[in-house]
């Protein structure tokens, strides 16, 4: 080789290495893409709801509602970027009308991960006490995306979109009757011996007596499917009511420490009150529902769904938990039963505690039974089963976590967790899972959310 040929070609090689470095650098990050494919920022935004339903102390059935529309309203976006897959809820869900909605520009351009999850902040800052921290969420987000490099007009386009479909899930939110029932009357303690009445130690007023009203999204009414009735309220110690109060009473008195963990695992009572001397303060805790939308996520993230199966999953999971506690709730202020503590503090032991806080609310059917029986059904059907998961939901909260095999796994301890806990009978168990079992089964004969079954080669998230 030539000295001149050898010159030549070593100037040709750095022009070419830079220009390349020059196009490199000149290249639009597009590291938003990357984030974006995933359905982390969607399981954090559940979360996110979540600490704001703590910090807000909201009732289990209100909760219910809280998490269910925003993720009805991310899913809708999910169905915008998969139409050939994935079917609208709006018209299905009662009183629903099928979404407007219009898109600037080309449809393929639009991020519709980034529109779910503007649709979803939009819904869920709405419904809380508190939106500026629900806010603060959406802001970290959406600066981490932007961060990342994606492009202003691109960035407005999508969240538009999803401030859009999210207004219109919010005006169907606003027509349930929620707001209405905000003025309706309290509970009024019956005289009656076999009536619930408040418990200690705050002896809070029934909570939600009315929920019954809320309109449902797939149940024809709230009373479709009524469990059979309690056992007879009696005090004679033969009789059955007073056997089903003894064993109550019992299990409480031979608690082993696998059986504690458990009670205290699925516990889930936001009204818990701690008493030191003369100072009550409240022990913010997640709520029923909250529990099982946290496994949703931790199924989500195992089965490495794509977003979009992740807001499927999320508003499948949370329309059965919402529905399930309407169903439940008009059981429970049907036949007001008599808590177990207050029954054996009069009748048997009246130094006798349960090992959880009884709730404020009646004893019949379980709540924890119906509506977790509904979610694992719900998961079930969307992922199958045996699916192994590790229970992570209440970490945050100080407790540990629980491995299962799957849904119903998880679902049947929730469900003896009560009877565990000292603060339902047999029965209201027993009866609560089939009445989630009888909910679950109607809403999965009607529930539409699939074209075709979602497969590997799917189309590429936008």
Partial sequence: MTLVTKSLRIHLVTAIFSWSMLFSACAPNEEYKALLQENQLLINANGQLTDVIVHDIFSPPVASRIYAYPAIAAYEAAVLAAPETYISLMGQLKGSNPLLVQMDGDPEAINFHLAALAAYYKV?????FSEDDMMAYRDAAFEKIQEAGMPDADFEAAVDLGESIGEQILVYASQDNYHQSRSFEKYTIRNDPGSWRPTPPAYMEGIEPHWNKIRTFFLDSADQFIPPPPPPFDTVPDSRFYQDAFEVMEAGNQMDDHQEEIAYFWD?????????????????????GGHWMGIAGIASKAKNLNWKQTAETMAVTSIYLFDAFISCWDEKYRSVLIRPETYINQYMDESWTPLLQTPPFPEYTSGHSVISTAASLALTDLLGEPFTFLDSTEVKYGLGTREFNSFREAAEEAAISRFYGGIHYLPAIEHGVDQGKAVASWIDRHIQTRKISLAENAPQDK
């Avoid at 869920?124 to 809380?128: E, M």
């Fill in 124 to 128: 869920a800052s709405q419904l809380v």
């Fill in 268 to 288: 889930c009572n936001p009204y818990k009150m701690n008493v030191k001397g003369h100072v009550m303060y409240a022990e913010k805790k997640i709520t029923p």
